[in-house]
């Protein structure tokens, strides 16, 4: 029966509700299509008047204004103006399509973007009782009456009828309607994931495809709608968000968490939280609200998985409750993959009713966080978050069925020879035994290809008594330790591999098909162990077992055994020790070809940095650098990627660069190469990165970055036994950061403690740490000139550069000749400085050194001028003085010379030394400071005072300075 609404409230027409009624957003309301008017209804009336009409109409359909109804922007928001910039570009296309699994605020964008787009905007929320086609275009006339007022009466009174018609009908006045209106405005549909209808999948079709270009429509959405995409998207109508784009990128994270949300996170706290939670802003926000109190704020990051109870609940209810059950179990068997594709998927179901491929299909079209891993769809994975939660779910619910899922997995991979992702899931399910072998068989592919770490991780996850009873487990498990720079216990696991040898008497049966390829794999399994005893000798210093070794374990090893290349290296770096600079380079390049014969690409990057090294030593550093280039280029996947081994070159590379004072270049390539090699493991490599790092930041002047940079190097070396060279290395960035911080002290402590002393024997022919003892003794002669430091100094360096000659490092005679001619300088012997120090520029200005001067500070700075006064190499001094300049050092940079004794106007020509102290005195600097400019004692400038109050026969600095002028001194 039809209820008059005469005793309802006043009637007015809906484009009005905003104006009329304030509070429209929060009430109920009737709506008459014939006379376009709407009538609040209160809760005691709602129910009779769903068939309430107008006096002599019909009927009219309820209309829940919130629905209509634009969220408003969020005050603390974060800004996205990229992602506004985006949606404002796409007004020029029919469609903006936002689709993006639940969490990543869709909503809030639009509406960001809706308040200040600049064009009329009528929004209309979904729910599921819009899968009625009627009550669908009903809201749709409703949303667009609230920007077009006169719009849709007709369509709407057809709607409202008994018998209403076609959609495309209805659909095709309104469209004509919209067509003659002059003003461009927005339809934004809000929420479409809810509806599962055809018919409104085709109302949505329709409309878009005879769209009036005064209209534009935003679609935001948790999966992608049923219409034609792919034919907009190929006519350029459409512009698409994703939720690769509505993740916060590290900055956006970093303004929610700390001003939204605010918490104090440092940004390494935010880039891990960024990463575990893929940008997944509802994820971020979880988060925040369970770090609010949290003490240890980096562990509960760490721990934060999917299974943390506000994500869980928030995904059990939004997303994992919102699929039908064949889908849930879906996600939980495959939940313990980490990668998916549609037969894999089909192994590890084993149900032949469900299509793998096709529901993974599904699953992206329905964005739920899945994430394709390549352009043609074959592989997916699950979104971090996602997967925790559901591998929670599969232990909970189906603890005796995971084993088994792994075990199908397992196989799947091994079937397609991909034996990394198959002994991860033997592991998961178990089977020791099994994985032990798939491991032997991938172990020396893992190590060729320069992820040994992955390998112990494996080996170290089986129980001892599977690792003993397998001699290749042992033999690489003692690689393993040696890698990460626990070498004592190298020896141990090498004789546990021995013994697997001997204890298996059926040994050809067990290592090879036949007698024949069982005692071919005996020998290699011994010259293995051979090789790496050897190895193992050379970072312990004992050069002459190495080569008593190496030969023995070339007559096990067999042509193109990736090991030979060890060997080789083990060769080098002995000859390294000893000395020979040019047949450890010989070694070394041998090494390279054996790996790229034996087609170990990834293995030859090492013994080809190893080149390097040697070029360097021979201060070719041109030729280093171009060497170590081509060692990246090695490093280079087929997919265009670095694997972790280009650390190597790439943080002597960045070395290089710091040495000719290219900071900014060296830091983008040492930061990168120490990321590198950490992810590597190998220990020597990253101390040596560690050391180079650590002499950039000594460059910048960033003290506390040396600082923190050498503690990481102190730990790999505590840990274990380092490369002594690089140890080295170390101790002289050490020194070097303690004199350039001026703590003297400090580094006459480290000397006393390292117990070197100035007439040691010198080890290994030539030992690179007396150089750093020298250093010491240097700086503590300019500091203190009345003891015998110089004169213990100079003794020392004398014997180092003999060796240094000898030995064919040049760059170390470089090192030597500087604090020479520093030491010279110092005991006021400019001649024999002088000359010393040009014999170092002929030496290292062929490979352009730069820091090597310039990190001695102010006196090579003066001594340089000295040099080039003389005209000594004026073209390279001139580059390093530049270089000087960006120093700030306390130094005159003046290159004109000042006038020599013969062309002084005075009975006793003023010395150099004295006519620069006039020239400081002239400046107006007191004794005190003059004696720190020149790194003199306060009694030597008083000295140097007298004199030159003597010679001018003057009282008084002033008089001095204006008797100076008259002779044309100053």
């Avoid at 103006?81 to 964008?109: C, H, V, W």
């Avoid at 309607?177 to 809000?190: H, K, Q, R, Y």
């Avoid at 035994?433 to 991938?442: Q, S, V």
């Avoid at 550069?801 to 001619?821: D, F, N, P, S």
């Amino acid at each position: 029966m039809n209820i008059p609404f005469v005793s309802l409230t006043p009637i007015f027409p809906l484009s009005q509700l905003l104006a009329h009624d304030p509070h429209w957003h929060l009430r109920y309301y009737s709506y008459c299509g014939f006379c376009s008017q709407a009538r609040i209804i209160q809760p005691s009336q709602r129910s009779i008047a769903k068939n309430g009409a107008c006096i002599g109409f019909i009927m009219s359909t309820p209309i829940l204004a919130t629905k209509l109804y634009i969220p408003p922007p969020r005050p603390q928001a974060v800004s996205r103006p990229k992602l506004i910039e985006r949606l404002n570009d796409g007004l020029q296309y029919k469609l903006t399509l936002i689709s993006a699994p639940a969490g990543f605020r869709k909503t809030m964008l639009v509406s960001e973007w809706a308040a200040n787009c600049g064009r009329p905007v009528a929004w209309l929320s979904l729910d599921i009782g819009d899968n009625d086609p009627i009550c669908f275009l009903t809201y749709l006339v409703a949303a667009l009456q609230t920007v077009l007022p006169k719009t849709g009466e007709g369509a709407m009174g057809a709607l409202q009828s008994p018998h209403p018609p076609a959609t495309e009908t209805v659909l095709t006045t309104l469209l004509n309607e919209i067509a003659t209106t002059p003003d461009n405005f927005v339809l934004v549909i809000d929420d479409y994931h809810v509806l599962d209808a055809k018919p409104v999948d085709d109302a949505l079709s329709f409309l878009l495809e005879h769209l009036p270009p005064q209209m534009h429509v935003v679609v935001a959405t948790r999966e992608d709608p049923l219409i034609p995409l792919p034919r907009l998207r190929a006519r350029g109508q459409l512009t698409e968000l994703r939720a690769a784009d509505l993740r916060f990128t590290p900055d956006e994270a970093a303004e929610f968490l700390n001003r939204v949300m605010g918490l104090n996170l440092s940004t390494e706290n935010i880039t891990s939280l960024e990463n575990r939670t893929e940008g997944w802003i509802t994820g971020l926000q979880l988060a925040a609200l369970s770090m609010q109190g949290q003490q240890d704020v980096s562990s509960f990051i760490k721990s934060f998985t999917g299974s943390h109870h506000f994500v869980l609940d928030y995904l059990v209810e939004e997303v994992l409750h919102q699929q039908p059950e064949s889908i849930q179990m879906f996600l939980l068997s495959t939940s313990i993959l980490d990668r998916l594709c549609g037969s894999l998927c089909d192994a590890v179901l084993l149900n032949s009713s469900v299509s793998g491929q096709k529901t993974l299909e599904n699953l992206e079209r329905a964005n739920l966080f899945i994430v394709p891993l390549d352009n043609e769809r074959n592989w997916y994975r699950y979104h971090h978050l996602f997967a925790d939660l559901l591998r929670g779910r599969l232990a909970q619910k189906l603890p005796v069925q995971a084993s088994a899922l792994h075990l199908r997995a397992g196989a799947w991979f091994e079937s397609r020879g991909l034996l990394d992702e198959a002994i991860a899931h033997t592991l998961a399910a178990g089977e020791m035994e099994r994985t032990a072998e798939l491991i032997e068989r991938i172990a020396i592919r893992m190590f060729v290809e320069e992820r040994p770490v992955i390998l112990s991780r494996w080996i170290d996850a089986l129980p001892d008594n599977v690792v003993r009873a397998h001699p290749w487990l042992c033999l690489y498990h003692a690689w393993i330790h040696h890698w990460v720079g626990l070498r004592e216990q190298v020896e141990e696991w090498l004789v546990l591999a021995e013994k697997a040898i001997a204890g298996h008497p059926s040994a050809a049966e067990q290592l090879g098909s036949s007698e024949a390829t069982g005692e071919t794999t005996r020998r290699s399994l011994l010259g293995h162990i051979t090789a790496i005893r050897a190895y193992n000798m050379l970072t312990s210093g004992d050069l002459p077992g190495v080569m008593e070794l190496a030969p023995r374990a070339l007559s096990l090893l067999s042509e193109g055994e990736y090991v030979r290349t060890t060997l080789a290296i083990a060769l080098g770096g002995a000859y390294w020790g000893q000395g020979n600079v040019l047949a450890a380079q010989d070694a070394f390049e041998t090494a390279r070809a054996n790996a790229l014969r034996g087609g170990y690409r990834y293995w030859s990057v090492p013994s080809t940095c190893y080149v390097g090294m040697q070029q360097t030593k021979r201060a070719l550093l041109h030729e280093a650098y171009e060497t170590y280039s081509q060692a990246r280029d090695l490093a280079v996947a087929p997919d265009g990627y670095e694997v972790p081994v280009a650390g190597f070159p790439n943080m002597k590379m960045g070395d290089i660069l710091r040495e000719w004072n290219d900071l900014p270049g060296a830091g983008l390539l040492l930061i990168k190469g120490v990321e590198q090699c950490a992810r590597l493991g190998q220990a020597d490599v990253l101390t040596d990165a560690y050391v180079a790092l650590a002499k950039l930041h000594l460059a910048q002047g960033a003290f506390d970055n040396v600082r923190e940079t050498l503690r990481k190097a102190d730990d790999l070396v505590k840990r274990g036994s380092i490369d002594p060279f690089i140890v080295c290395w170390l101790e002289d960035c050490r020194v070097r950061a303690l004199l350039a911080a001026g703590d003297l002290d400090a580094a006459v402590r480290w000397a006393k403690n390292s117990g070197l002393t100035a007439n040691g024997e010198l080890n290994y022919h030539y030992d690179l740490h007396h150089i750093n003892l020298a250093r010491v003794l240097v700086a503590r002669g300019i500091a203190e000139p009345s003891g015998s430091w110089l004169g213990e100094s100079l003794t020392l360096l004398s014997r180092l550069q003999t060796a240094a000659a000898q030995a064919g490092w040049i760059q170390e005679e470089i090192k030597i000749g500087i604090l020479q001619a520093l030491a010279m300088r110092a005991q006021s012997n400019s001649q024999r400085a002088l000359k010393a120090l040009g014999r170092v520029l002929s030496l290292a200005e062929r490979g352009g050194f730069v820091r090597l001067f310039v990190d001695e500070g102010a006196p090579m700075a003066q001594l340089l001028l000295e040099a080039v006064s003389q005209g000594i190499m004026p073209d390279y001094i001139s580059k390093l003085l530049a270089a000087f300049k960006g120093e700030n050092l306390k130094i005159e940079m003046k290159q004109n010379s000042p006038p020599s004794p013969s062309t002084q106007n005075l009975m006793e020509p003023l010395s150099q030394r004295e006519l620069k102290m006039l020239q400081l005195i002239a400046q107006g600097l007191s004794n005190r400071e003059i004696s720190e400019r020149l790194f003199l004692a306060l009694s030597t400038v008083k000295g140097h005072n007298r004199n030159i109050f003597d010679k001018l026969q003057v009282q008084s600095r002033t008089e001095a300075v204006a008797r100076a002028r008259e002779l044309g001194l100053l």
